[in-house]
């Protein structure tokens, strides 16, 4: 049974910042986890999987969640797991953004994974930032260009699945069920790519744009976060992207206009510089990558 700690409080959890009462877990494999959750459900606590914790802190300060039970995943050696399988690199939720960067597995994921300093980096996992709640969600971009596969656990057991049957504007799992790891194929990993991050201040802001290439077999995929809302590949736009029949100079413009959303407007940015800062990001991108094919 996984280790039980009852009633931790905020003083005694290592984040020191969650301001309800909870029943902390430290499961030490997949089976454990989701024992701890079952039963917790079954208490009524209203588990939360647990890695990096920097997001569930803050939403529990806000109050915007309580969960009554936290499941720490990071002793879970599958949740933890980077190498090779066969033709597919295996990257584990529980893995730090630094882990995942310094990696350089997948060169365009190393990039997309930067997105804050070094010292954040060493408390922000990559599942966290994939399942979690805010909106932009960078490292899943390169994993939906990539046809990525995940594999999952919870109580009807588990199951690997496209990262494309789950991920709608967010990453959609069963109740209870806990991302373990993402897999994709190695020669996606190598092809050509092309990156880039707008941000209002800093490098370390929020961005208003971020926008991944990567060309598989002389055709390019993008993916997208902050321009909408939410983090989406624009299969749309690929294939104004992939047109032979369509001039080079009008693609960027062709390509955003076949996008089915309309641009986020707040208090950063308004739509039409969101839109100038996209169409100037896939015309680099589609020089770029002309190059170096």
Known sequence: MAERLTKISKNIYPHNMIPNNFTYYRPANLAEAIEAYTMAEKDGLHPLYLAGGTEITTF???GTIKPGA???IKRIPECLRLDEDG???VFGSALTLNEVAESGSY???SRAAGIVDHTVRNRLTLGGNIAGRLPYRETVLPFLLADSLVRLAGPGGERVVPLSDLFSKRLKLA????LVQLLIQKEAAVGPWYYRRDVTKTRLDYPLVMACFLSINGLIRMAVTGAYGFPLRAREAEAV????AVRLTDKPARAIAAIPYSFSEDMRAGGPYRQMLLERSIAQALGELRGRE
């Open 241 to 244: 992207l992939n047109d032979s």
């Open 107 to 109: 060169p365009l994921l």
């Open 60 to 62: 529990c300060r806000q």
């Open 70 to 72: 936290l499941i720490d």
């Open 175 to 178: 109740p209870g069920e806990l």
């Open 87 to 89: 033709d597919e690199i």
